[in-house]
């Protein structure tokens, strides 16, 4: 068992034999792209705004990539999910250990013999497993991965607010055919980092301030959701949550010293993070990585916390997938992870987003809850051959995450009932089918909707989201010891509920019961209960004649704008408590 992250190195085979077309076929028929394959070949590849191009990088520049091996068992692994998630199942909470993930997804030998010997034949170095054997990361130069990778040509890009640098191959590569059996893709050459869409709207209008509020504070929140001074962490157990960065930014912990002291006088809280994992820059705050790191701890207020900070900082790495790598090395993780990432459905590849998705089955059968932002596009829009279609974003549409959408004030000077946050985003995939615990749902929603947009714009079959939401309008975050106002989207209201799942945990935990997991199925059992039910706004949508902005409208009971609510801590906790 491996703790705190720690790496296995893999001693690849000395022993070398040759066989035309196979997997020890001759670097000659991997140059020239004989006996080859597309591992990706779905995968978009655009700059995206704001990055250049820096020229070739140099041939002999170290790069790491990441080997995605064919994993075993996932039939077996989704049902063993949905036995442990589902209340109604006697295995409801016995979940697995990693070790137990590992004994039921490690690729076969035969895989990780093939994968080692070819990479030893390129001249990789210093291989890194992890724990579940289905990952390698290897070292190569420039040259020998552009030999290894038939197609590929590796170019230098800076781009981003934090002028980041990046190596990417503008053109798609290719493996030998007799690897298609056993690699799902390679990581760190087509993918960009992501980028924020936080934004920080106009000043309100106010004529008269008596009894109102200036924004979203831990203060006006926790008396929205109903949690009293009492609701926090006991500090004697060891429940923990963290969040995941991937942005180049970082949180300081003064900052997040000063945020408590502004604004969390009324609560027992911690006032810097237990556990950092990745790298901290030095430069100043990040304002989506100082909101997370401060909401969290104000909603699960006095819980333990970890923050995940730019792992995979290599040029040639993606942040988010070194993230995977490292939820599958660690024995002992958070129980609750809140992550503000997001891409379009369509800009990704179809193994990629099927073997992101394995991961988060992984993490669901070990007991985590993952708890993912919406986006703050709406329903997004793109046009495909002169049509306007709604465009779905993932990890959003992944049937094994919790998706938080969100919402605003009906005054929003007030502390009132919430409406929809135009912004919030939410829709249907058009990649994963509608998992059998949401149907009934989105049936009542599709055939009760009096404002649907017309059925070309989206899949009525797909996984619906957003699940549950929070406020993410007019937020306070102090950021490089500044207090900023009016910060919103869906980057806000995700730790939110988070921090108030982590809670709940920590009531269970006193009890004597396992933490939630994945809550989905036991969510829309529940159909809402413990939630604000929120009724009243649409999001926004294509910009065109015939829906004019508008995509879908919130209702009764669960919508893909909203999903089922925003918390009402107390009910919410009575009933999460049992089983």
């Known amino acids: 068992m491996l703790e705190g992250g720690d790496t296995i190195t893999i001693q690849l085979p000395l022993k070398l034999t040759c066989h035309p077309c196979s997997f020890l076929g001759l670097l000659t028929l991997i140059i020239f792209g004989k006996c080859s394959y597309s591992p990706e070949p779905d995968q978009q590849w655009t700059l995206p705004p704001g990055w250049a191009s820096l020229g070739r990088a140099n041939p002999e520049e170290e790069l790491s990539l990441t080997f995605a091996l064919r994993q075993q068992n ?4 989704s049902k063993l999910v949905q036995a442990v998630s589902d209340p109604a199942s006697p295995r409801y909470g016995k979940y697995l250990t990693l070790d137990d993930v590992a004994e039921l997804v490690r690729p076969s030998s035969l895989t990780l013999r093939t994968v080692q010997k070819w990479l030893l034949a390129a001249g990789a170095r210093n291989c890194n497993s992890v724990a579940t054997q289905d ?9 020998q991965a552009e030999l290894l990778l038939s197609g590929s040509e590796f170019h230098r890009y800076v781009g981003g607010p934090a002028e980041t640098h990046v190596v990417r191959s503008p053109h798609p590569y290719q493996l030998p055919k007799a690897l298609a059996p056993h690699v799902d893709f390679v990581g760190g050459l087509h993918r960009f980092p992501p980028t924020s869409s936080l934004r920080q709207r106009p000043k309100p ?15 006006v929140f926790r008396e929205r959701y109903n949690l009293t001074a009492q609701d926090v962490g006991s500090g004697t157990t060891n429940n923990s949550q963290a969040c995941a960065q991937f942005l180049e930014q970082y949180f300081h912990d003064s900052d997040l010293a000063e ?6 006088g009324h609560f027992a809280h ?14 100043r705050a990040g304002l989506e990585a100082s909101l997370d790191v401060q909401y969290l701890m104000s909603a699960g207020a006095n819980i333990s916390t970890w923050v995940y900070s730019n792992p995979g900082r290599h040029e040639s790495q993606e942040p988010f997938l070194q993230w995977l790598l490292l939820l ?3 024995s002992a993780l958070p129980t609750v992870h809140t992550v503000s990432y997001g891409d379009d459905e369509d800009s990704l590849s179809s193994a990629y987003i099927q073997r992101v998705n394995t991961e988060f089955m992984k ?10 932002a919406s986006g703050d596009y709406g329903t997004g829009c793109r046009s495909v051959s002169g049509r306007y279609q709604f465009r779905p974003s993932f990890p959003a549409s992944s049937p094994y995450v919790t998706t938080v959408g969100g919402t605003a004030f009906r005054n929003p000077y007030q502390i009132t009932n919430e409406i929809v946050d135009s912004i919030s985003g939410g829709g249907f995939s058009n990649v994963f089918p509608q998992p059998s615990y949401q149907e009934e749902a989105v049936a009542h929603f599709l055939s009760s909707s009096p404002h649907l947009p017309p059925s070309s714009y989206f ?15 007019n937020y306070w975050v102090v950021s490089n010891h500044v207090p900023i106002p009016w910060v919103s989207g869906t980057s806000a209201s995700t730790p939110v509920f988070g921090g108030i799942l982590s809670l709940i945990n920590e009531h269970r935990i006193l009890s004597g019961r396992p933490p939630l997991g994945f809550l989905n199925p036991r969510l829309y059992q529940q159909r809402g209960a413990g939630l604000f039910d929120v009724t009243h706004g649409c999001h926004e949508s294509c910009l065109n004649e015939e829906i004019q902005g508008q995509g879908f409208c919130s209702g009764p009971g669960w919508d893909p704008v909203t999903g089922w609510g925003t918390p009402n801590f107390p009910v919410l906790l009575k009933t999460l408590i049992n089983p």
């Open 74 to 77: 996932l039939e077996r692994l």
């Open 135 to 143: 990952f390698l990361t290897c070292w190569m130069s420039v040259r």
């Open 205 to 219: 209008q106010m004529t008269d301030t008596v009894g109102l509020h200036l924004g979203v504070t831990p203060s």
């Open 259 to 264: 945020f408590m002291r502004i604004f969390g």
């Open 270 to 283: 911690q006032a810097s993070v237990a556990r950092v994992i990745g790298q901290q820059g030095r430069g």
């Open 328 to 330: 599958s090395n660690e």
């Open 363 to 372: 993490a669901a059968a070990r007991g985590l809850t993952l708890l993912f």
């Open 459 to 473: 899949n009525a079959s797909g996984r619906a989201y957003p699940d549950v939401a929070a406020l993410s309008d």
